[in-house]
């Protein structure tokens, strides 16, 4: 139970991080602490699964690097392995006409990025590509894919414990405390001074942590003495799929035009490695910080997140959008007609509801999205012993391998291991 870095959670970014590290350092003893009895349970097995390319973020953020080189580390991977993926590619469409300098702005914004191999193409184009996608211009992104990310993940870990790490699951980490000198373990104790804890009483010892807590990655750095800044909001996105005998309508990810007065999105068409076809998803504040279904209900997390001034302030200045948002939510006609501004051909009885994912939206104390990756540590004696990623935005899952490196890159220097 002596372990030199322990990472907490077994999400796709932990595992890539574990796997990186013991790559790096193979003397060193690595273990993977994970609350669920299974791996990638949360955000990483509720994700889209698109392997992004890299075009939306801002030229020099963080996010834009890491997506782009964490695109090419994904299909090189995923090639060695011969884990399954297709590479379908993305139409970003612009279905009115206020909406084409936006598409222009984005197209530039992904040459910055380094994108390859993206172009503006017609409507003409558009048909030629999604017969049934009608637009006036999109932008085609020939590079962007689709996996299953719980198959990646599990791929991570598997290579981890080949290099031997241990994964310990069902070991929620609900406290830690640095060893005290007299205690019986006091030879250990000076040497893996860090004690971490589960909610059921069992005990690890380790000199470092990577903590990647995603949905509770703010609750973790509280309990190490860190800030608790920036707060994590969940925010649920509810699917509809499309009826197999339709699926024909979609080849690849239809994607709109994102509206820079509106926090999320939009609606968007997914192709699925197992055939199927997501739609949508909407956003609106889930209830709990694993709550999937539509009641699920915490009351305690409820409070916490309906008492922080940050979501008010989010609140308010998007109270329309928010509205909306609620209303689709509840009546499938109004997703739909969203979905008809790209594809006219889709009607209610096309669609079914369908899985929903929460998202882990990092927000500051004025009500803004953190938009890109935070990382940081703490002062005090378990402060200084712990690396916190605390924001990991979508396209983490995509950046994973890359976001490993620079993980592993910051633990050597932080720790000089």
């Not at 013991?22 to 994700?47: D, T, Y």
């Not at 996608?133 to 894919?145: F, Q, V």
Request: charged share 20%; glycine share 8%; proline share 5%.
């Amino acid at each position: 139970s002596t372990f030199d870095v322990a990472v907490v959670g077994a999400g796709i970014v932990g595992l890539a991080s574990a796997r990186e590290l013991i790559r790096r350092h193979p003397s060193l003893a690595f273990a993977v602490l994970e609350k669920e009895q299974e791996l990638a349970h949360h955000q990483s097995g509720h994700n889209s699964g698109v392997i992004h390319s890299g075009i939306y973020y801002t030229p020099g953020s963080l996010k834009a690097k890491l997506c782009v080189q964490g695109s090419a580390l994904c299909y090189r991977y995923c090639d060695q392995k011969g884990i399954p993926y297709k590479q379908c590619g993305k139409l970003i469409v612009a279905v009115e006409q206020d909406e084409i300098p936006r598409l222009k702005a984005l197209y530039e914004r992904g040459l910055q990025n380094n994108v390859p191999g993206l172009k503006l193409i017609g409507a003409k184009e558009i048909q030629a590509k999604e017969p049934f996608c009608r637009g006036l211009m999109a932008l085609d992104s020939p590079y962007t894919g689709i996996v299953n990310y719980q198959q990646v993940a599990q791929s991570f870990a598997e290579d981890f414990q080949e290099a031997g790490g241990t994964i310990l699951t069902d070991f929620e980490v609900t406290d830690m405390e640095m060893a005290k000198e007299s205690s019986a373990e006091s030879e250990d104790g000076l040497k893996y001074p860090v004690i971490v804890r589960s909610s059921k009483g069992e005990e690890i010892y380790c000199q470092h942590l990577v903590s990647c807590a995603g949905l509770y990655s703010d609750r973790l750095a509280e309990i190490s003495g860190c800030s608790p800044e920036p707060r994590i909001m969940p925010f649920r996105g509810d699917y509809l799929v499309l009826k197999a005998e339709k699926s024909y309508m979609v080849k690849g990810n239809i994607y709109p035009v994102p509206n820079p007065h509106f926090p999320f999105l939009g609606f968007h068409f997914t192709p699925r490695m197992d055939g199927s076809i997501w739609l949508g998803p909407n956003a609106v504040l889930a209830f709990r910080r694993e709550g999937y279904r539509l009641f699920d209900f915490s009351p305690g997390e409820f409070l916490d997140a309906v008492t922080y001034s940050g979501l008010w302030k989010l609140v308010l200045r998007n109270l329309s959008y928010g509205m909306s948002e609620i209303y689709r939510a509840c009546f499938l006609s109004a997703q739909v007609k969203q979905l008809q501004k790209f594809i006219p051909e889709v009607t209610v009885n096309d669609v079914l509801r369908g899985p929903s994912g929460v998202r882990a939206q990092a927000l500051d104390s004025d009500g803004n999205l953190v938009d890109d990756f935070v990382f940081d540590g703490g002062s005090g004696e378990i402060g200084s012993r712990i690396l916190h990623v605390r924001n990991a935005p979508s396209p983490a899952a995509t950046s994973s391998l890359a976001i490993a490196e620079m993980i592993a890159d910051e633990v050597k220097r932080r720790f000089e291991l």
